[in-house]
């Protein structure tokens, strides 16, 4: 909803690192963690939700129009005009591309700008705008759910998640393990939150595992998500108390823990060389990235206009010492200026003199990663000056981990309209789509995208297709628009890009705007069967073992695609004093399941590890990661009990109850039977025997008097062991006539 950004002074970077763990409780905890950087308080809490569906919208829309305030704002630059080499200046044919559907998402909600995001799963579609998301089919575009408050997901979570819904918002569909992770950022503070929710299912309207991350006094403005095999990356723009800028902050959350529903932990560095605006990679495909390839980060330098600086985050759950930012690596680029001078007010609107913000000082989510097997390949854009307007430049890096390269690049800037808040996706054939507003003075603020085949030219973008003309202008001072918009890909197909972003269907005014979704794909994606593959799944997602002993995991490997070769599987590194085994060791024929034996010793260090599963065929590699808690060895005691519950006698009488004790733990000891208390006078009590060792039974015998007073009594029937250190008991009835 915010969006704050300055530029820090250039400087070395220097990674100040933290790990922040997320504790089960019903209070929020506080802890102290430090790793080579900054003191860090951090508060934190976890639970899960009952299926979304069954919560009521707890927090209706407060229609009140309000805009979130702009602080730190840095001057704007001159809008200066960098000779651009990659500015597009021929035409090619419309993009060729085969629409589907075109509807209409959740209309203005008392914000701006909407913060517009959305992304597709199996067969739903969530859109998540500013303060309301909602839930659509697929294939038709109707709405299943909502729109619903966003902070009806922490509902009866507790804290600020739960009495805040700020905004910053992503609706992110996790690929390689089929769930959801829903995100905002909580403004109040300090401290201040990241509230993250994970779908137990792949279905959005089912239960999640919800998170709170606190970042302290750092306000964790423009906060951006990624997938990746090891963890959920989330980059922030820093402000002080939430005024003053102090650079970025790139933070990696533990998804499979978070998957598990269990305690959770996050490991952050703040690079000081760059200002704000990073994105971390986001997965995008059926192939995963190779095996413990590190998560790229990206952005450009306010200093430095012809570059951008490409970071690599290595973590290490097991050890977070070990965790690692390294960069950032230069990457030369088409020398550029940014649209609007930075942040700054330049684009026009018919019929008012009221201008829009362009957000040129930052990258345009998402950084989108994809594995084609025979390369890798980032793709992502963002706003630049383009003559007398501004465009949309975008790039593709390839083999990003090991030589980074900028494969293309280029402008798309076709005519003297302002394009900006972009976002573009490669489906699995190589097909790019990128989506963009567009306005001029005499165009109102509009949808569009263009896109481009492989065989296209190096650095050219194919005509765009309009995708919803606007029927106003933004006015009542609000120079906000957008903050960012996202074109994701089908998981299903892997070949329909889904876009979404703002635009107004009325008159010009305020607070009006609406969404429109969108999804297209190009003709030729799909039509070659793609290649065999296969994915790798693991249940259950964690296991509780005491140390020194073993349990099991079941690995399963699917075909995809008439996959039929054989899959070889190992797994990563372990913890101490861990063994791990499969049987079988491979898979034959595409498909089955290998049982996955995890034995632990006496020096296996008590604690929550995840483990890494990987499956091996030719050059495909896939893995998928399991929980493994060790723990302590419980001390050896015993249990009491008594039988039958309730007793009747007369008076005078006697009656009897068998009192057991049972050896939990390889409990040795020997158990002395304690008086029994709740008893009314002229009751006389004895035990045979009086003592018990490691498991056994005694008669206790109970001898009322005629002079007993008659009424119902609850005894207490105990033991102890040793010198008193374990002591427990038990209750029983008797009624006395």
């Known amino acids: 909803?915010?969006?704050?950004?300055?530029?820090?002074?250039?400087?070395?970077?220097?990674?100040?690192?933290?790990?922040?763990?997320?504790?089960?409780?019903?209070?929020?905890?506080?802890?102290?963690?430090?790793?080579?950087?900054?003191?860090?308080?951090?508060?934190?809490?976890?639970?899960?939700?009952?299926?979304?569906?069954?919560?009521?919208?707890?927090?209706?829309?407060?229609?009140?129009?309000?805009?979130?305030?702009?602080?730190?704002?840095?001057?704007?630059?001159?809008?200066?005009?960098?000779?651009?080499?990659?500015?597009?200046?021929?035409?090619?044919?419309?993009?060729?591309?085969?629409?589907?559907?075109?509807?209409?998402?959740?209309?203005?909600?008392?914000?701006?700008?909407?913060?517009?995001?959305g992304s597709p799963g199996l067969t739903q579609y969530v859109q998540w705008v500013n303060a309301e998301f909602a839930v659509y089919n697929k294939t038709t575009g109707a709405l299943i759910s909502g729109p619903t408050e966003g902070n009806t997901l922490w509902a009866g979570f507790g804290g600020p998640c739960e009495t805040n819904n700020d905004g910053d918002i992503i609706a992110l569909y996790d690929k390689l393990n089929n769930r959801w992770v829903m995100s905002q950022m909580m403004v109040n503070g300090p401290p201040y939150y990241q509230c993250v929710a994970v779908s137990t299912t792949s279905d959005a309207t089912g239960s999640y595992n919800r998170y709170a991350f606190s970042q302290n006094n750092d306000f964790n403005d423009y906060p951006k998500l990624g997938i990746w095999p090891d963890a959920y990356y989330v980059t922030y723009n820093l402000f002080l108390n939430g005024q003053n800028f102090i650079g970025p902050r790139v933070c990696a959350m533990d998804g499979a823990a978070m998957r598990a529903g269990s305690v959770a932990t996050q490991q952050c560095f703040d690079p000081t060389a760059v200002g704000g605006g990073l994105l971390p990679g986001d997965f995008d495909g059926t192939t995963p990235p190779p095996a413990g390839e590190t998560e790229s980060v990206l952005g450009f330098n306010g200093g430095t206009l012809n570059s951008l600086d490409l970071y690599h985050f290595h973590v290490d759950w097991v050890t977070p010492a070990n965790s690692t930012l390294t960069g950032p690596t230069s990457l030369s680029v088409n020398a550029f200026t940014e649209a609007c001078g930075g942040f700054g007010t330049c684009v026009p609107q018919p019929n008012t003199t009221q201008?829009?913000?362009?957000?040129?000082?930052?990258?345009?989510?998402?950084?989108?990663?994809?594995?084609?097997?025979?390369?890798?390949?980032?793709?992502?854009?963002?706003?630049?000056?383009?003559?007398?307007?501004?465009?949309?430049?975008?790039?593709?890096?390839?083999?990003?981990?090991?030589?980074?390269?900028?494969?293309?690049?280029?402008?798309?800037?076709?005519?003297?309209?302002?394009?900006?808040?972009?976002?573009?996706?490669?489906?699995?054939?190589?097909?790019?789509?990128?989506?963009?507003?567009?306005?001029?003075?005499?165009?109102?603020?509009?949808?569009?995208?263009?896109g481009r085949t492989p065989s296209d030219t190096l650095g050219m973008m194919e005509s765009e297709n309009l995708v919803v003309s606007g029927l106003g202008s933004q006015g009542g001072g609000l120079n906000r628009w957008g903050d960012y918009s996202d074109m994701a890909v089908d998981p299903v197909d892997d070949c329909t890009f889904w876009y979404t972003t703002e635009y107004l269907p009325a008159g010009t005014g305020s607070f009006n705007w609406n969404t429109r979704i969108v999804s297209f794909k190009f003709p030729g994606c799909g039509s070659a069967p793609p290649?065999?593959?296969?994915?790798?799944?693991?249940?259950?997602?964690?296991?509780?073992?005491?140390?020194?002993?073993?349990?099991?995991?079941?690995?399963?490997?699917?075909?995809?695609?008439?996959?039929?070769?054989?899959?070889?599987?190992?797994?990563?590194?372990?913890?101490?004093?861990?063994?791990?085994?499969?049987?079988?060791?491979?898979?034959?024929?595409?498909?089955?399941?290998?049982?996955?034996?995890?034995?632990?010793?006496?020096?296996?260090?008590?604690?929550?590890?995840?483990?890494?599963?990987?499956?091996?065929?030719?050059?495909?590699?896939?893995?998928t990661t399991v929980q493994l808690t060790v723990a302590p060895k419980p001390k050896p005691d015993f249990a009491i009990s008594a039988s039958p519950s309730s007793q009747s006698v007369g008076r005078p009488g006697t009656v009897k109850y068998t009192v057991t004790i049972t050896a939990l733990n390889g409990f040795t000891g020997t158990v002395t039977l304690k008086q029994v208390t709740g008893l009314p006078l002229k009751v006389t009590q004895s035990y045979s025997p009086l003592t018990i060792t490691r498991s056994g039974s005694a008669t206790l015998k109970l001898t009322t008097q005629a002079g007993t007073v008659p009424g119902t009594y609850t005894l207490t029937i105990g033991g102890k062991s040793g010198s008193g250190l374990l002591v427990h008991s038990t209750t029983a009835t008797l009624t006395i006539h």
């Open 1 to 117: 909803m915010t969006s704050m950004r300055n530029r820090p002074i250039l400087g070395i970077l220097a990674g100040a690192a933290f790990c922040l763990a997320i504790t089960a409780s019903s209070a929020y905890a506080q802890q102290e963690h430090v790793l080579r950087g900054p003191h860090v308080i951090q508060e934190v809490k976890h639970d899960v939700s009952p299926p979304l569906r069954d919560m009521q919208n707890l927090y209706p829309p407060n229609r009140e129009d309000r805009e979130v305030e702009n602080h730190a704002l840095h001057p704007v630059r001159p809008i200066t005009h960098a000779s651009d080499p990659g500015l597009q200046t021929s035409t090619l044919p419309l993009v060729s591309t085969t629409n589907e559907l075109n509807f209409e998402g959740v209309p203005a909600d008392g914000y701006a700008p909407p913060d517009t995001n």
């Open 355 to 450: 201008q829009l913000d362009s957000l040129g000082d930052r990258m345009m989510y998402r950084l989108a990663y994809r594995n084609f097997g025979d390369h890798e390949a980032l793709v992502t854009s963002h706003s630049v000056t383009a003559g007398a307007s501004s465009g949309m430049r975008w790039y593709e890096i390839r083999s990003p981990e090991s030589n980074p390269v900028v494969f293309q690049q280029g402008t798309f800037a076709p005519d003297s309209s302002y394009r900006w808040m972009g976002s573009i996706a490669m489906d699995h054939e190589g097909d790019m789509a990128m989506g963009y507003s567009v306005s001029s003075a005499t165009v109102f603020p509009s949808i569009a995208y263009t």
């Open 531 to 623: 290649p065999p593959n296969f994915t790798i799944a693991a249940a259950p997602p964690s296991q509780t073992v005491i140390v020194g002993s073993s349990t099991s995991y079941t690995a399963t490997v699917s075909p995809l695609n008439g996959f039929n070769g054989t899959v070889t599987l190992s797994h990563g590194v372990l913890p101490r004093g861990v063994l791990l085994s499969f049987t079988p060791t491979s898979i034959s024929g595409g498909s089955g399941s290998s049982t996955v034996k995890v034995t632990t010793s006496t020096t296996t260090v008590v604690g929550t590890y995840t483990i890494t599963l990987t499956g091996v065929s030719g050059t495909l590699t896939h893995s």
